[in-house]
């Protein structure tokens, strides 16, 4: 597994959590006028000054079949555009219990966002008198008032791309009729919405850039598309669905070294290469894929993939 080029490399200070917007601008850092809370606040979907960003957002997440260590592992396609930093996201809590909604950021289509989470553990003190603390720049003034104590970063890196409020995610390979919601995060005072995958990381709190594995799409020789089902939209192996790949992960969900993001590297196989259409894939594990007689060469592809992996059936 390699790291990223570095985004940044600093001591766990909260100085090297600077906002990344001012909102000194704003009449009311805590809170917007005449809501209460979530279930009446502004949906970041409909705001027209966030349009652009907006049009990203994910509303699919393909739930694909893959492989890892040669056995079949589950896992959601997630696109882009997709950057190596390690955004926070901010949790209020008291007496180490959470506080409300989680707070974020930064969201697709802008610099720095990534759909995987440090968390930053936030405490409120005594003086703290249930404020909407609904921004970064919530928090930032609430350390000022000393309403909350110096927010703590920590190791625990989750998984969570920011998606439109429709999008339902499969999570059961024989039920495509079982589907999750996306949950709600506060972004800037607004209500966006994520899906966070129970698969988590743990990383230092200096690094600041992801760990990348290596994902290994497969194509024969004398064919122009990838022995993908979804991504080729054509059920290659006549099972009525389009959710086999012929992909195989560095790694699997139990490895210590398992991450959510990954670098392409496509791998052409002989024209005879017998694949999941055909039976049970032949190449099916990272190790000797380069030496096997069956491979006739690979190519790096540039870009970042986003692939979580399912840790259990029936699980996000």
Known sequence: MRLGPAIALAASTWACLDPLVDESEVEFVFGVRGVEGPDDAPLLEEDPAFREEVALFPDRLPYLRGFAKGRVVWFWDVPGPLSEA???????ERDG???GLPIVDTIPGQTGYGPWWRLVRVPVTDDYDDEPIWSRAGIDEALRRGLVETPIETRRIINAPVVTADTFVQFVPSDPEQVRSPTRVWYRKRIAFWVRFSLEQELDTNLRSIPVGTLNRLQRVNQPFLLSEDREQFDLDGDGRQVST??????????LDYTAAWTERRVRT???YESFDDGTPELAEHVGLDSSPLVVGTEQIPGLLACPLQREPGEL
């Open 270 to 272: 002989r024209a005879d």
């Open 86 to 92: 390690v955004p926070p996201f901010f949790l209020l």
């Open 246 to 255: 012929n992909d195989i992960f560095e790694f699997g969900p139990e490895d």
């Open 97 to 99: 219990q959470p506080l």
